[in-house]
């Protein structure tokens, strides 16, 4: 069992910055790959970008690139995401989660472990 817990997310302008962290407890960080999705009110929960183990690959939804980072620290057993030039339709909570593969995938029912999530709100 993995234990995923989301920090960092909060209020701010739009162009503002935020980053996220993901620390995972539990059985080893090792041979994960890691998720970030969204889910918005009233809007189906979305891929945002995804990491490999050990961290050589990393992809992200069209609507990030450019402007999100995804990264992860094993050592601490985090992974990270670097939101840049946030807009308001960067409104919603942000998930992290983990699957026992080395490749991420961008289809959140490969995905058995979460995070409860962290709110993040753009103000325009």
């Known amino acids: 069992q993995v234990q995923l817990v989301e920090s960092g997310g909060g209020l701010v302008q739009a162009g503002g910055s935020l980053r996220l962290a993901c620390a995972a407890s539990g059985r080893t960080f090792d041979n994960y790959a890691m998720g970030w999705f969204r889910q918005a009110p009233g809007k189906e929960r979305e891929f945002v970008a995804g990491?490999?183990?050990?961290?050589?690959?990393?992809d992200y939804a069209d609507s990030v690139k450019g402007r999100f980072t995804i990264s992860r620290d094993n050592s601490k057993n985090t992974v990270y995401l670097q939101m840049n030039s946030l807009k308001p339709e960067d409104t919603a909570v942000y998930y992290c989660a983990a699957r026992p593969s080395t490749y991420a995938t961008k289809y959140d029912e490969y995905y058995p472990y979460w995070g409860q999530g962290t709110q993040v709100t753009v103000s325009s």
């Open positions: 990491i490999s183990w050990p961290g050589a690959t990393t």
